[in-house]
Each structure stands twice: as structure tokens, then as C-alpha cells.
């Protein structure tokens, strides 16, 4: 399956100099529960090829909770060092789950063949999506039985 249908390409980019409060305040304006973190040119996010991180609302509370505050002074970029994860516009459903899975994320950004980020796969999606495909699946074999059982096998082709 294509994960043009899965990602959600109304994702939010902020530069890496924003401070986590100011990620904070852009994810409760926006009302989402991440933000790719890029390298700025210009002073600008947009420069989508340049991705070097995410910063999800749970970063942000495991980050309070530990320290019991959020560092004012501390940068997105530096925050969200480390292996970044990304999911390719051409993989698969089943192989960016997998990547997903191998490096326990909830979130990647998706990339196209250009490196630019075009959207963000988040596993919360994928399973509101799966589910009701789920539910379809089971509509259909509730519905086939209905009509198998419309159709009576007459008494003479029944086993003995």
C-alpha cells in the first residue's frame, strides 16, 4: 500500500535554533502532537531536504518530568539529535511499519526520491486507517454468510 494514504501531509517544520518551549507553544497552536525539526536557511524551516530530527509531546513531557522544567535556552536541534528514522515515499505500508517498529517510533517523516520531506507517517494513523479496513473485511463476511443462508440446501443434496 502507498503511504500517500496513511501520512498526514499537513506536518509542521521548525527550525533547529527554536527553543523546546517555542515547540511546545507552535505544537499547541497548531494542534498537533509533533514537529520535524529541519536546519534553516535564510532563518526558515522550509528548507524541507535538511531534516535532522522530530520532537513529539511525549519528548517534551518525559523532558519535564525529569527535570522538572523545560529548558528555555535549550535548542530543538540539539534536543533532537540521534538517529532520525525516515520512511521513503516509495516504501511500502508494511516495510516503513517495519522501520517504525525496528527503531520504536511512533513517528517518521516521509520523504521523497529528493529527500524532501512531503509528509509524516504517524502509527496512530495507520491504525485508525487498518481498523476500519478491518471492520469493512468484517462487514464482508458477515454479509456473505447472511447470504448463504438464504440459500436453503434442499433436503435431497444434505449428508446423510
Known sequence: ????????????????????????????????????????????AEVREDVIGIVTDRDLVLEFAKKGKLDPSRKAGEFAKGKLTLASLSDGLGAAIEKMNKNGVRRVPVVDADKKVVGIL?????????????????????????????????SRLKAV
Open 1 to 44: 500500500m502507498s503511504l500517500e494514504k496513511f501520512m498526514k501531509k499537513d506536518f509542521v517544520m521548525v527550525p533547529a535554533t527554536s527553543s523546546l518551549v517555542e515547540v511546545a507553544k507552535v505544537m499547541l497552536e497548531r494542534h498537533v502532537g509533533d514537529v520535524i525539526i529541519s536546519r534553516t536557511k535564510n532563518g526558515k
Open 122 to 154: 504517524c502509527a496512530d494513523d495507520c491504525m485508525e486507517i487498518l481498523g476500519l479496513e478491518m471492520s469493512s473485511l468484517t462487514g464482508i463476511m458477515k454479509n456473505a454468510l447472511k447470504n448463504e443462508k438464504k440459500h436453503s440446501v434442499p
